[in-house]
């Protein structure tokens, strides 16, 4: 038998939204997310030629890659 590789899910409709919208609820800027997703160090759907939607796990995955730790004093 020949195995193929099912089709990956979307992820559900309310964890999906636009840069604009997460860059709001997130406190960032906008330009911050777009610069992401365009060196590819965010996950992204695009859909059409200017559509893109991020999943709010990616954004929040790319976020705790930004942290940066207190020194101890």
């Not at 999906?16 to 906008?30: D, F, M, R």
């Not at 999943?55 to 995955?61: F, K, L, T």
Request: overall charge positive.
């Amino acid at each position: 038998m020949e195995t193929t590789n099912p089709t990956p899910k979307l992820p559900p409709r309310s964890r999906l939204a636009s840069p604009k919208e997460h860059a709001k609820s997130y406190g960032v800027s906008e330009r911050a997310l777009k610069r992401a997703y365009g060196d590819r160090r965010l996950r992204y759907y695009k859909l059409g030629h200017r559509t893109v939607l991020l999943d709010s796990r990616d954004v929040e995955a790319f976020l705790n890659t930004c942290r940066v730790d207190a020194l101890r004093v």
